[in-house]
Each structure stands twice: as C-alpha cells, then as structure tokens.
C-alpha cells in the first residue's frame, strides 16, 4: 500500500503562552456576559472581582497580541462596549 497522503499546515502552530492567554481572554469575555446578565452584576462573578480591573486585563490581553493573531471572536471596540456598559452606566 503506497502512502501519498501529505498534510501541510498554513498557520503557525499557537504558543503555550499565547494559548493561555486566548483562553484567558476567553474567560474574562464569558465574566463579562454572565456579570451583565444572570450575575446581576455581583463583582464576584468576575475573574479580578473589581470591574475596572477586569476591563484593564482584557485590553492588556488583547493588545499583548499582535494584529494578524487577535482573536477572531472579539474586537476592542466589544471590550469598550463592556466598559461602558459595566462601569460608566
């Protein structure tokens, strides 16, 4: 049995540190949205309990990033949106 089967990989293979931080990310994106809706807004729903500070992680996290690796699934102008939402309303 004669094997030409080749696989070739187009995109860079992510990080350990990067996982952690997309994951990370991830997390505080899912705070973000449970804290807004079924938490009732209680600070303790939230990853840094404090709601600046979780705003401040995610732009740190997603800035850490550069543009062309930014995760697809969420953009700065959502993390503003979060913010006005959580701490200036």
């Not at 049995?1 to 997309?22: C, G, Q, R, V, W």
């Not at 990310?25 to 973000?32: E, Q």
């Not at 949205?33 to 995610?58: C, D, F, P, S, T």
Request: aromatic share 14%.
């Amino acid at each position: 049995m004669k094997n030409d089967l080749e696989i070739h990989f187009t995109a860079k293979p992510i990080n350990k540190e990067d996982s952690f931080k997309y994951q990370l990310l991830d997390r505080l994106r899912i705070d973000c949205e449970y804290y807004l809706g079924y938490g009732n807004r209680n600070v303790n729903h939230l990853w840094a309990n404090n709601k600046k500070e979780q705003i401040e992680k995610m732009k740190e996290l997603y800035n850490s990033f550069p543009d062309n690796e930014k995760p697809e699934w969420l953009t700065y102008e959502q993390i503003l949106q979060y913010e006005r939402l959580m701490i200036n309303s």
